[in-house]
């Protein structure tokens, strides 16, 4: 009998954990890709206005030529002129290839190369570099609200090998997520001060504007940062981002197309500022309904004719 209450024991146990496991994964899904993914079927009516954007720009592998121009805003606008990051970089890899979203304006691949070269000196061994945009930026079919017009950069929160990756490494090699189970503080098994230094690094480069963070490694960055916190306001809360950053770039000098989003408030954002990120009601919001997603008449007037252009 006491056997059987041992093993009742050691079943909720297992249940219970596997249950945070997958919480975790939902909250900052990195799924893994394929070696040959499938091209999407075409669409019955891809002219009809109902038709969400993201299902044209998803569709289209190539980017859209000339000067590269970041169009509208960084959740409602597209791409002209992309260059992709070369999967291979002397200081980072690119990861999930299959999704061929390593597409950027200029500027944010001159960023990705000034990262990666400058987190070396603080000891990080190269980047492990996740979405950027799609071939002519707009709405993704998965994951990302923002990462429209070639100005945004996941960077994962493991680092680079010492050996260049395979496809398959690319594609099923999983993330290190740095937040404890219960997302109240980072994982102290995983979580270590060259984290610190790889975030302060994009924080310091001047064409950064934002950087989005899991709630706890805010908190543990506001606690850890020590006496140098001028970087500290750029690092701003937002839910999952616990395998990987997600870093703004402002929009390049000169792009008259692109919409600014106001740039974060110059106070470090620790203390009462994060407490309304660890409520319950926070930390486990009820359901709720999603929103349409965006048709291309909610984009700016050339992003029809960017997606539309073979
Ligand atoms: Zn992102």
Redesign the pocket.
Request: charge should be positive; glycine fraction near 6%.
């Given at each position: 009998m006491r056997a059987a209450a041992r093993l009742l024991a050691v079943f909720i146990l297992v249940a219970v954990s596997s249950a945070v496991a997958q919480e975790k994964h939902l909250i900052d899904p990195t799924p893994p890709g394929s070696l040959n993914p499938e091209p999407l079927p075409p669409l019955q009516n891809p002219d009809a206005p109902s038709t969400p954007a993201k299902e044209l720009f998803a569709r289209k592998s190539t980017p859209f030529p000339g000067p590269p121009r970041s169009i509208g805003g960084y959740f409602d606008g597209c791409l002209a002129g992309a260059v992709p990051l070369p999967i291979t970089g002397p200081g980072w890899q690119v990861m999930r290839l299959s999704r061929n979203r390593n597409w950027g304006n200029p500027q944010l691949v001159r960023f990705i190369e000034r990262f990666a070269e400058n987190a070396k000196k603080v000891d990080w061994n190269g980047l492990l570099v996740?979405?950027m945009s799609q071939p002519r930026g707009g709405p993704m079919l998965s994951e990302?609200k923002?990462?429209q017009i070639g100005l945004?950069?996941?960077v994962w929160f493991k680092p680079m090998p010492d050996h260049v990756q395979s496809r398959e490494e690319r594609e099923f090699g999983s993330a290190a997520d740095v937040v404890a189970p219960d997302q109240l503080d980072v994982d102290p098994e995983v979580w270590t001060p060259r984290h610190i230094g790889l975030i302060r690094t994009a924080a310091q480069d001047s064409a950064v504007v934002r950087i989005?963070v899991n709630p706890a490694i805010k908190k543990a960055l506001c606690r850890e940062a020590g006496a140098d916190r001028a970087w500290l306001f750029k690092v701003r809360p937002w839910s999952g981002?616990a395998e990987?950053f997600?870093v703004q770039i402002a929009c390049p000098a000169g792009s008259a197309e692109c919409k600014p989003q106001a740039p974060p408030r110059r106070s470090d954002g620790c203390g009462h500022d994060l407490e309304f990120w660890f409520k319950e009601s926070t930390l486990h919001p009820p359901p709720s309904k999603p929103k349409p997603p965006l048709t291309l008449a909610e984009l700016p007037t050339a992003c029809k004719h960017i997606v539309k252009a073979p």
């Amino acid at each position: 009998m006491r056997a059987a209450a041992r093993l009742l024991a050691v079943f909720i146990l297992v249940a219970v954990s596997s249950a945070v496991a997958q919480e975790k994964h939902l909250i900052d899904p990195t799924p893994p890709g394929s070696l040959n993914p499938e091209p999407l079927p075409p669409l019955q009516n891809p002219d009809a206005p109902s038709t969400p954007a993201k299902e044209l720009f998803a569709r289209k592998s190539t980017p859209f030529p000339g000067p590269p121009r970041s169009i509208g805003g960084y959740f409602d606008g597209c791409l002209a002129g992309a260059v992709p990051l070369p999967i291979t970089g002397p200081g980072w890899q690119v990861m999930r290839l299959s999704r061929n979203r390593n597409w950027g304006n200029p500027q944010l691949v001159r960023f990705i190369e000034r990262f990666a070269e400058n987190a070396k000196k603080v000891d990080w061994n190269g980047l492990l570099v996740g979405d950027m945009s799609q071939p002519r930026g707009g709405p993704m079919l998965s994951e990302h609200k923002s990462h429209q017009i070639g100005l945004d950069v996941d960077v994962w929160f493991k680092p680079m090998p010492d050996h260049v990756q395979s496809r398959e490494e690319r594609e099923f090699g999983s993330a290190a997520d740095v937040v404890a189970p219960d997302q109240l503080d980072v994982d102290p098994e995983v979580w270590t001060p060259r984290h610190i230094g790889l975030i302060r690094t994009a924080a310091q480069d001047s064409a950064v504007v934002r950087i989005l963070v899991n709630p706890a490694i805010k908190k543990a960055l506001c606690r850890e940062a020590g006496a140098d916190r001028a970087w500290l306001f750029k690092v701003r809360p937002w839910s999952g981002h616990a395998e990987h950053f997600h870093v703004q770039i402002a929009c390049p000098a000169g792009s008259a197309e692109c919409k600014p989003q106001a740039p974060p408030r110059r106070s470090d954002g620790c203390g009462h500022d994060l407490e309304f990120w660890f409520k319950e009601s926070t930390l486990h919001p009820p359901p709720s309904k999603p929103k349409p997603p965006l048709t291309l008449a909610e984009l700016p007037t050339a992003c029809k004719h960017i997606v539309k252009a073979p």
